[in-house]
C-alpha cells in the first residue's frame, strides 16, 4: 500500500522569507501523481500544485515549487517570499496512475511570523 | 468553477442516532469520495465511489456506509452514531487524471 510521510508537525517562517516542507512516499508504481493542497483556517482544501511522476520538470506555481526526487521519493514543497496568507495546514498527497484513491500525509501546520 | 457543496458546516447529533452527511457537486464528475480528518491522522478516505450506485470501502469503512443514486449526490450514512465519529468530513470529487475538489467540509460532534 501507498503510504505519505509528513514528519514534522509544524513549522514557522518570517514573512518574506523562504521556507520548506518535506514529504516523503512510497510506492511500487511508475506512473502516479503527487499534490500539495493548502487547507486555511475556512477549512476549504485548495490545490496548491501538482506533479506528475513521468515529467522531470519540477513543477511550480508563481511562488510555490516543489523539489521531486522520484529516486529517493521525496516530494518537497517550497514558498518563497512568505506572506501571512500563506498560514495553514499544508497536506501532501498521492495518487497512484491506475488507482482513483488519493492518500494523504499527516499534514504541517506553517505559521507566518510578521 | 467546480462547486462542492456539503450539507452542513456544523452538527451536533446523539449517540446512537442515524446521521446523513450530503454532498451535491455541479460539474458531472464520475469519481466521489468521503474522508475523515483527524489531528495528527491527516485525512483518511472512508468510501468512495465510481459512478453510480457504484461504491467501494477505503481505509476506515467500519461504521459508516454510502448512497450514490444520483451522479452528483453521495451520501454518508453513520447507522448508529458513537462519540468516536466525532470528526470532521470532507467530501470529494475528481473526474478523470485531474486534481480532487473538495467541499468545505462538516464537524460532526456526537454527544
Known amino acids: 500500500a501507498q503510504t505519505v510521510t509528513q514528519s514534522q508537525p509544524e513549522m514557522s517562517v518570517q514573512e518574506a522569507e523562504t521556507v520548506t516542507l518535506s514529504c516523503t512516499y512510497d510506492?511500487?508504481?511508475?506512473?502516479?501523481?503527487l499534490f500539495w493542497y493548502k487547507q486555511p483556517p475556512s477549512r476549504q482544501m485548495i490545490l496548491v500544485i501538482r506533479?506528475?511522476?513521468?515529467?522531470?520538470q519540477n513543477a511550480t506555481e508563481n511562488r510555490f515549487s516543489v523539489n521531486f526526487q522520484k529516486a529517493a521519493k521525496s516530494f518537497s514543497l517550497k514558498i518563497s517570499d512568505s506572506q501571512l496568507g500563506d498560514a495553514a495546514m499544508y497536506f501532501c498527497?498521492?495518487?497512484?496512475?491506475?488507482?482513483?484513491?488519493?492518500?494523504f500525509g499527516k499534514g504541517i501546520t506553517l505559521s507566518v511570523r510578521p | 468553477d467546480v462547486k462542492v457543496t456539503q450539507s452542513s458546516r456544523y452538527l451536533v447529533k446523539r449517540t446512537g442516532e442515524k446521521v446523513f452527511l450530503e454532498c451535491v457537486q455541479d460539474?458531472?464528475?464520475?469519481?466521489m469520495f468521503w474522508y475523515r480528518q483527524d489531528p495528527g491522522l491527516g485525512l483518511r478516505l472512508i468510501y468512495f465511489?465510481?459512478?453510480?450506485?457504484?461504491?467501494e470501502k477505503g481505509d476506515i469503512p467500519e461504521g459508516y456506509s454510502v448512497s450514490r443514486e444520483k451522479k452528483e449526490r453521495f451520501s454518508l450514512i453513520l447507522e448508529s452514531a458513537s462519540t468516536n465519529q466525532t470528526s470532521m468530513y470532507l467530501c470529494?470529487?475528481?473526474?478523470?487524471?485531474?486534481?480532487?475538489?473538495f467541499g468545505q467540509g462538516t464537524r460532526l460532534t456526537v454527544v
Open positions: 470529494a470529487t475528481r473526474q478523470g487524471k485531474a486534481e480532487a475538489f
Open positions: 510506492t511500487s508504481e511508475s506512473d502516479y501523481y
Open positions: 506533479q506528475e511522476a513521468y515529467k522531470q
Open positions: 498527497a498521492y495518487r497512484g496512475g491506475a488507482n482513483s484513491k488519493l492518500t
Open positions: 460539474m458531472d464528475h464520475e469519481n
Open positions: 465511489s465510481y459512478d453510480v450506485k457504484m461504491k
